[in-house]
């Protein structure tokens, strides 16, 4: 018996010491976290009103990707107002389906009324491929759009031609400047957010791309000279934990064209 009690009180202890040493490590965990985490001021909408051009396997893969994007906004240094606009129809249904949760996210504006409705248009800039001005600083005044469309290709042009029927400013991310990629110069909805996240974060376009961008996509940095390297050091380890999502989306189903080249446009 008392061989017994000496055991439970040895375990008794052990328990103790434990708890008191997890609060300590849980509290300077958590009073880090709070310091480093500044939220920004940016607006990042991510426009669902393409649902009616999508067929129900796009949606469910847009709806991975809008998963992600909140993820992320939720564990970044820098954390933007998130926004979805025109929620409803199908993708609206998917996430009922998928997991009812959604309705209880926090730190992220989930609105069913149009973009143009919330916002006033001259705080409003469309990112889009097709534009021929070229995102150079995040104004953290604005409110950036991202077209949630995943389309194969079918819609070429339509968020460009969105934003000039709406009259609001356009530009793309100045990919074209930075990087040199083996495979179409397309970007899903997430590594999209994602860029942005990472940017306000580093205050560097190439750190950012190459932080967010997919290996199998065969990104490589541009040189000075405009041209990329034979031999390129420059790593993509980084980006290592984006491969099982984007492999989510898919090569053809990745939707936001981004970075032209723009050695013209810069000229």
Same mark, same amino acid.
């Given at each position: %018996? ?11 202890? /052990?328990?103790?010491?434990? !708890?008191?040493?997890?609060?300590? %490590? ?12 500044? #939220? ?38 820098? @954390? ?17 389906? *998928? ?15 149009? *973009?143009?409705?919330?916002? /006033?248009?001259?705080?409003?800039? *469309?990112?889009?491929?097709?534009? #021929? ?7 953290? $005044? ?15 042009? &339509? ?11 356009? +530009?793309?991310? @100045? ?12 970007? !899903? %909805? ?5 860029? &942005?996240?990472? *940017? ?13 961008? #997919?290996?199998?996509?065969? +990104? %490589? #940095? ?6 990329? @390297?034979?031999?390129?050091?420059? $790593? ?19 939707? &936001?064209?981004?970075? /032209? ?7």
């Amino acid at each position: %018996v008392s061989r017994q009690k000496r055991k439970e009180k040895r375990q008794k202890r /052990k328990l103790e010491r434990q !708890a008191q040493l997890g609060q300590n %490590v849980e509290g300077i965990a958590c009073k880090k976290v709070r310091s480093e985490i500044h #939220p920004s001021a940016l607006r990042l909408i991510i426009d669902c009103s393409f649902d009616h051009l999508m067929l129900l396997r796009d949606v469910k893969k847009l709806n991975k990707q809008i998963r992600r994007c909140y993820s992320e906004n939720r564990r970044a240094i820098h @954390p933007v107002q998130f926004y979805l606009t025109s929620h409803d129809g199908q993708l609206k249904s998917n996430m009922d389906e *998928y997991d009812k949760g959604w309705i209880n996210w926090k730190d992220i504006h989930i609105n069913s009324e149009h *973009y143009k409705d919330l916002m /006033k248009s001259e705080d409003l800039v *469309y990112l889009t491929s097709d534009s #021929p001005e070229v995102l150079r600083e995040l104004d953290e $005044t604005k409110a950036y759009i991202i077209g949630g469309l995943v389309d194969h290709n079918h819609h070429k042009g &339509i968020t460009y031609k969105q934003a000039l029927d709406l009259g609001i400013r356009h +530009a793309q991310l @100045p990919l074209g400047s930075f990087v040199k990629m083996n495979s179409r110069k397309v970007l !899903a %909805v997430n590594h999209v957010f994602e860029i &942005i996240l990472a *940017y306000l974060e580093k205050k560097d376009w190439k750190e950012a791309f190459f932080s967010v961008l #997919p290996q199998r996509k065969g +990104a %490589v #940095p541009i040189d000075e000279t405009g041209e990329a @390297p034979t031999e390129v050091s420059f $790593t993509l380890d980084e980006a290592d934990h984006l491969l099982d999502s984007d492999s989510d989306s898919g090569d053809d189903a990745e939707q &936001i064209e981004l970075g /032209k080249e723009q050695h013209n446009n810069d000229k």
